[in-house]
């Protein structure tokens, strides 16, 4: 499924793995499932800080896997094979659960650290859609940043009876708590300020949550000597 080229370049980017990162696979039986087996296997055997764990852990279905990191769900879900325009969604939350430092804005972070209460995100998506990986990849690093958060790519394409119970008419399509929370091209900051929406508290007046200064040039205004 994966080619030689593909493997070895998953090789190179992973070989400062600092963390141990499993792929945990729900048990089951499903037409898919095997696809999503070999594809996870190919992926574990680049390294040896990767492995291929298969659980009964009631998920969503058995084409469904999250990432354990030193033995705990790291909050992030795949519900499908994260292939095409997703696999760097699954490359890079496998860097990140390992140690590799994300990119997220510093004001942005201490934001999202800020939830104080459960939040499960669902991103229904298409595989080749290219809007898409952009929304899971930023919802990935809000539960590495917070416990509190859980977030589950689903490929629509395999779920048609559920992208038809949600009435979803395009992706990506993000539900929070299982009511919608965004459709279409989002990016982190907007993601954010639909979070401050709900919950203003997190946005403190701390060093952290500040703001930082702007240099301000007012053009055309009016002076007037006394």
């Known amino acids: 499924m994966l080619s030689k080229d593909i493997l070895n370049a998953v090789k190179t980017y992973t070989a400062n793995m600092k963390n141990s990162v499993s792929f945990v696979l729900q048990t089951g039986e499903h037409e898919k499932r ?40 790291n909050g992030i879900h795949f519900s499908g094979i994260p292939s095409g325009h997703e696999f760097n969604s699954l490359i890079l939350a496998v860097l990140h659960s390992s140690g590799t430092e994300h990119k997220l804005d510093k004001t942005l972070t201490a934001m999202v650290k800020k ?41 629509g394409g395999l779920y048609p009876s559920l992208i038809e119970d949600r009435n979803i008419q395009g992706v990506p399509s993000v539900y929070l708590n299982g009511e919608l929370f965004a459709n279409g091209k989002i990016d982190t900051a907007q993601l954010v300020d639909k979070l401050i929406e709900r919950f203003p508290s997190i946005v403190g007046v701390d060093n952290d949550t500040q703001l930082p200064l702007q240099d301000v040039t007012v053009i055309g205004g009016l002076v007037r000597q006394v």
């Open 34 to 73: 095997s696809e999503l087996k070999e594809f996870l296997s190919q992926l574990s055997s680049v390294s040896e800080n990767l492995t291929l764990v298969e659980r009964d852990e009631n998920l969503r279905s058995p084409i469904t896997f999250y990432l354990e990191v030193e033995g705990k769900n």
């Open 115 to 155: 939830i104080n209460e459960p939040l499960h995100f669902e991103v229904f998506i298409s595989l080749s859609c290219h809007n898409c990986p952009d929304v899971v990849q930023s919802l990935n690093q809000f539960a590495l940043i917070n416990n509190n958060i859980n977030t589950e790519m689903i490929d």
